[in-house]
């Protein structure tokens, strides 16, 4: 059971081994058949030798058997020859391993025999020694024979030391015996010898096996490498390339080991890589290179459209190795990135780099009689083409109209995109004022009209500022800035037109930008104040409400007027803060004020489209606690325009809150009866251009449909603007009108101001009439 489990785990251990290893060891056993029949014929002439010289039969009998065993070992080893290919598992080659064993046994297990038959029935010495003799030979050749497999050593020596032995022992005296003892240690020193030229064997399998591996990996990573490689020796010839220089080179599955460098630059000129009249030099660059004279790396542009570039790296036994790179996708690449860092990638025309550098140059060259002018292009209508057909059909636009611009300029002349739908002409040399106004017209003219873009037609035309140069020491950035305001002008008065840079333009911008730096400085410093003008209820002739109006008193500029600063805060997008400011100032101060009089808040459009509003004043009201009734919004008829949805959205989330919403203004701009029931509107403030002309009878019958109107529709009416008795007079008359509000009943006043107003009008009830 004990041998059994011993076997079982060599077995194991066995098949554990690689496969790459194992097989090769068991190769070893079936490798040369010719020992095999030397030794037999040697071994079975000694037997006979005996059996004539004795007469024994038995000897006969060893002999024929171990001719017989020896036959059968023959055709073994044949078999495993043809099913060599076939042998590819441990499992496989452990079975002939174990048909080998069997064989070798038998032979040895033989000659043991003989040595037994010798030694036991028969007296004569010469048989003892021959057998004995030619048995020690037979199993020294086992080590040199069958070392590749430890189990056949094992089994060879058992079968022959035990029927030497018990010869020996049984039928020898003392000196056999000591003869016995000595074989003990022939026997082991033989399994020693063998086990160490297994080793050796797979010491050199193991290691073959890794060269092999090596080779492999070394051979795939050379030929999937990007470059093409070889490999000089000293004496300048190919010692290794792989396939990827091949194919660099345009050869077709050529040997190039032993080649020298002219040879591998014939073959490359046969194939078509370089003209023949080139050969010469670039065998001279390699050889340069290959002889340590020059070390660089040097480019060649193929015939074939493709750029190589050769690299050569010295090694330390003389050779030298060549690295052949396609570089060709760089080189592509690099070109591209320089180009699209030149050159707008949408269009193709010049960007701002070059158009720097011309600008430089031309402004060099200016003089009187020849001038520079920058013509700065913007389209009129490209924003609405960009929200209703897209930004495709948008660039789409920019290349029709680049390719315009190309048209009607001078080959001496730059197109260049500026940015977006910005783009700038450098006109130079201009001769002449009028021959600037003639590019500009042909432009305008040029690229005004319709456009065919992806199956719709757009019509846009373009407005320019001109800026011109006749001095060297004018600044390309100021002149760019210069006709940047001269397009401005040419926008904002009338579209699709040119118009001259002129030095007030200047003055102007730097107003406008001390005025915007002010601006912020002031919402900064939280430096804008309140004025308060007093709504009056026409019929208790009480202070019901006042608009908050906002102030701001500059420390150079005095008192800014509204409509100065405004508008220039809208399109700065500080508004939202300055309103947040404006709503807090205004709900503290009429937390201030007596009974339920309540305060209206000016909200613009952009505050409702860039801010959550409902938040904001829900905030506002929790931070100063007013009550919710005593706030009133007013909005104007340009907010209602913009997202529809959105606002009528964030207007009864304020009428959810209790704040109440009026429609200032109401009567010019955009005015729509829609307004009245479509939003949650609690009052409606008629503009005071109604009350400008009391003789017009046409408008005074306006005034008055409005105010029954909406009047009608439960809202309560005030009238702005009342500036005289007569206007009064006539709002008086009308009972459909609530609210009056005006210079002839009270100024807006300061804060302190407004509540001794209150506090003198509301206390005693004195009539309507102006106060202040």
């Not at 000089?232 to 080649?259: C, M, P, T």
């Not at 300055?578 to 009974?595: M, N, S, Y």
């Not at 938040?615 to 909005?635: F, K, Q, S």
Request: aromatic share 6%; with cysteine.
């Amino acid at each position: 059971m004990k041998r059994s489990l011993q076997s079982s785990r060599l077995a194991e251990r066995e098949l554990s081994v690689p496969s790459e290893i194992y097989i090769p060891l068991v190769d070893s056993l079936y490798k040369d058949g010719r020992t095999l029949l030397i030794g037999t014929v040697g071994v079975a002439a000694s037997i006979l030798a005996t059996f004539w010289k004795t007469g024994e039969p038995l000897f006969l009998v060893c002999a024929v058997a171990l001719v017989a065993v020896a036959c059968a070992r023959g055709l073994v080893m044949r078999a495993y020859a043809r099913a060599r290919p076939m042998v590819k598992s441990n499992a496989v080659a452990r079975r002939w391993e174990r048909r080998y064993v069997a064989g070798a046994a038998a032979s040895v297990g033989l000659l043991g025999i003989w040595c037994y038959i010798a030694f036991a029935r028969t007296d004569d010495a010469v048989a003892h020694l021959i057998s004995i003799s030619i048995t020690i030979a037979y199993v020294i050749g086992i080590f040199g024979r069958n070392f590749g497999s430890s189990r056949s050593v094992i089994v060879q020596i058992l079968c022959a030391w035990v029927p030497m032995t018990a010869a020996l022992v049984l039928h020898g005296g003392v000196y056999h015996w000591i003869l016995a003892g000595l074989l003990v240690l022939f026997f082991l020193a033989v399994k020693l010898i063998a086990e160490r030229l297994r080793l050796t064997l797979l010491e050199a399998v193991v290691a073959s096996r890794d060269m092999a591996l090596l080779a492999e990996r070394f051979d795939t990573a050379l030929n999937n490498m990007p470059h093409g490689l070889c490999m000089f020796d000293a004496h300048r010839r190919i010692a290794v390339a792989n396939a990827r220089l091949n194919q660099h080179l345009g050869l077709s599955k050529v040997e190039l080991k032993g080649l020298s460098p002219e040879q591998l630059v014939t073959l490359a000129a046969d194939a078509g890589l370089i003209a023949a009249a080139h050969a010469g030099r670039l065998s001279d660059d390699l050889n340069a290179r290959l002889s340590g004279a020059e070390t660089q790396a040097f480019i060649l542009d193929a015939q074939n459209g493709r750029t190589l570039e050769f690299t050569v790296q010295p090694m330390e036994n003389g050779g030298t190795v060549l690295l052949v790179e396609d570089t060709t996708e760089r080189r592509n690449a690099q070109a591209k990135i320089n180009h699209l860092a030149r050159f707008d990638s949408l269009t193709g025309l010049p960007n701002r780099t070059i158009l720097r550098n011309r600008m430089d140059s031309a402004l060099a060259d200016c003089a009187p009689d020849r001038m520079c002018a920058i013509h700065f292009i913007d389209l009129d209508q490209f924003k609405q083409v960009n929200d209703t057909l897209g930004h495709s059909r948008g660039d789409m636009l920019l290349i029709a109209v680049a390719e315009r611009l190309r048209k009607v300029v001078r080959d001496s002349d730059v197109v260049a995109r500026f940015g977006g739908d910005e783009f700038v002409v450098l006109q130079h040399p201009v001769t002449s004022l009028d021959q600037a106004s003639a590019l500009a017209k042909r432009m305008v003219e040029g690229l005004k009209g319709n456009y065919e873009i992806d199956g719709y037609e757009v019509a846009v035309s373009a407005s320019i500022g001109i800026a011109v140069a006749d001095a060297k020491a004018v600044d390309a950035d100021q002149l760019l800035r210069n006709s940047d305001m001269a397009l401005y002008r040419a926008k904002s008065e009338n579209r699709g037109t040119w118009r001259w840079f002129e030095v007030e333009m200047e003055a102007r911008a730097q107003a406008r930008r001390s005025l915007e730096l002010d601006l912020r400085s002031a919402l900064e410093n939280d430096a804008f104040d309140l004025h308060y003008q007093p709504i009056f209820d026409i019929r208790t002739r009480r202070i019901v409400s006042s608009e908050a109006l906002l102030r701001w008193h500059h420390p150079e500029r005095g008192m800014v007027p509204p409509g100065q600063f405004i508008s220039v805060a809208e399109e700065m997008g500080i508004i939202v803060e300055i309103g947040e400011q404006v709503l807090r100032k205004a709900c503290l101060e009429c937390r201030r004020w007596p009974g339920d009089t309540g305060v209206a808040v000016n909200l613009s459009s952009i505050q409702f489209s860039r801010s959550n509003v409902p938040a904001l004043i829900r905030r506002t009201l929790a931070a100063t606690a007013l009550p919710p009734g005593r706030l009133h919004v007013e909005i104007t008829e340009s907010t209602l325009l913009h997202d529809t949805s959105k606002t009528r959205a964030a207007l009864r989330q304020l009428e959810a809150l209790g704040v109440r919403v009026s429609l200032d203004d109401f009567g010019t701009g955009y005015s729509s009866l829609s307004y009245l029931h479509s939003f949650p509107l609690h009052k409606v403030k008629i503009d005071q251009s109604f009350l400008q002309d009391l003789e017009n009878s046409r408008q005074v019958t306006l005034l008055r449909g409005m105010a029954r109107l909406s009047a009608e529709l439960g809202l309560r009416v005030t009238v702005e603007g009342v500036e005289t008795d007569e206007q009064l007079a006539l709002i008086a008359t009308e009972t459909s009108v609530d609210e009056v509000q005006g210079y002839l009943l009270g100024r807006p006043l300061p804060a302190a101001d407004f509540r001794k107003l209150l506090d003198a009008t509301n206390g005693a009830a004195a009539p309507v009439e102006q106060v202040a």
